[in-house]
């Protein structure tokens, strides 16, 4: 079933088609989804002017991605564009899991307060990419070029040069970095001769997003073997404008062309809904994979997002996760391009990204394997699991219907090892966590105060410090100490970090805590930077 | 000490994975046997006959096919 593409965008020649020679720029990123999209917004506002060239011209033929994680708000929050994407997502923190007709458990995602973002939304990717889409078109320093399709790569040490394709005829430009950002076909991974080894799942599953007023409370639903569906899953999410999510798992012999006729699908619906008062917006059959290329960065061409890696969609780890390289590879790539850190800097994007997707994948293909096992044997020890589940917690622990992405935590040489003893907090290498505080009788979140740079939070009261890469100074403090400090009234930051008075924090400007100090001493926070920076790298 | 059923691993995952994995590449009767004999040497390490007879009670009330037979 094909749908009308919503967002269309035009063509438009470029200078450089009309030079004798290609045309040179420091940062080339090929595809505009919403990695490509986000890396070059990422960029722009670090002052790098970027080429952003995307083989279509539209969006919004089809949904894929649909549930964003707080981490990736937090990102987008950087990116200015947090607050379209919640306004316009559905907000959702609480799931349920049923076996049969009955209700297994219920989960909660962020039951606490004091964080800016929701544990997710749920939004159409097409919204998602058209949001990027705009935020990218304000800023100076993006040049988004549509019906550009790259079609060759020639890489060498300095950078490489790329072959594209344009209604107008072809043309080529060089790049001193190329940044893949061309999905789960990327052709730069082709055309480089880069194996993306891994493993594809045998069932089949039916993606159907369909146009329905429901009066269904905004929850994540998953069913094993549901009375209307016997002997596999269904899953069912939320989405804006009436709009719903729903997943059936099809098994491994299904005939993917008949189970997308619309009449097959509406019955399957029918049985699942109860009604049949809805419309079909977009159906589609998919085999799922798991998959990764080994080195996310090759010389002078960097792997981001679908490229780099491909995961099940249970637990929407795939858009989330390419978002976190972004976030992880722009502040590197700028300290890299403005010689304020060495070019190894880049090697330690494939480190921790690779660490992550791995982990990705891991949890992605153990929850595939539970709603899919291989065997008969794999089957009875997921039914037992669902069986033992009613009567006991670890079972219930067991079942595994989808983890669902919170940030990753990087083991890392830019981290700092703790010297110091702390109960809990921020370990380094992990996410910085939210909190609120208040200044000048207003609330206001630690997200949105840290900027994307290197940041010292300072318990207390700040310190004058003379570092050599400037470093943004935030300080709060668990007594009203005016407005100059942030007023931790809550104790959210003093218990999420383990703060005492006198501690300090270094964030990374991707958010990562670098190092943390008992007590703030400048050289140890020196020390802490180099470091962050891969100054002072360890072989990584 | 009775039964405990409260979630021991820290990675409840990481161990149903384990015990996944040993099964890959066995015949289904291979399968049962690997089961058979991990229940035993897990049995044994209980080493306590009153769990190991609670435990048994929950896994039959578990597999018991409608929920009126189970002791909810
Ligand atoms: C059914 C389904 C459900 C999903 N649900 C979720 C979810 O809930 N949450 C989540 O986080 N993720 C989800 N995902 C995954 C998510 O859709 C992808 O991870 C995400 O789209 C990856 O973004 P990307 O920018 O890396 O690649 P893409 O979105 O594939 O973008 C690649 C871009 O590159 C362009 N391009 C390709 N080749 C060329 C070329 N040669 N020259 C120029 N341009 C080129 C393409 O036109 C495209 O615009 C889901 C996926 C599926 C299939």
Redesign the interface.
Known sequence: MERKPLFQFAYCRSPDQDKRGPAHHRVVIVGAGPVGLSLAIDLAQRGIAVVLLDNADRIGEGSRGICYAKRTLEIWDRLGIGDPMVAKGVTWRRGKVFRGP?LLYEFDLLPEGGHKRPAFINLQQYHVENFLVARAAALPGIDLRWRNEVTDIVPDPAGAELAIETPDGPYSVRADWVIACDGTNSTLRTRLGIEFAGETFEDQFLIADIKMRADLPTERRFWFDPPFHEGRSALMHRQPEDIWRIDLQLGPKADAEEEKRPEIVRARLAAMLGHDEFDLEWVSVYRFQCRRIENFVHGRVVFCGDSAHQVSPFGARGANSGVQDVENLAWKLALVLSQEAPASLIATYDLERGQAADDNIR?ST?ST??IAP?????AR?RD??L??A?????????V?SG?LSIASVYHTPLSTPDADAWNGGVPPGAAMQDAMLRQGGKSLYLTDIVAPRFTLLCAQHVTTLTLPLPVEMVAISETDRGSSVLHDAQHQFAARYDATPGCAYLLRPDGHVAARFRNIAEPAIEAALSRACGKTMLHV | MPLD?????SD??A???L??EA??G?S?DE??K??AALILTLANQIGDLAILREALA??R???APS?DA???
């Open positions: 009955d949890h153990r394997d539970f291989h065997s008969a044997a794999e020890l037992a699991t069986a033992l009613r009567h006991a917690d670890f079972a219930k622990r067991m595994n983890r | 059923t409260s979630a021991r691993f409840p995952d161990a149903y994975r015990i996944v099964h890959r066995l289904d399968s049962r690997l089961d929950l896994s009330a578990a597999i929920k189970a002791t909810d």
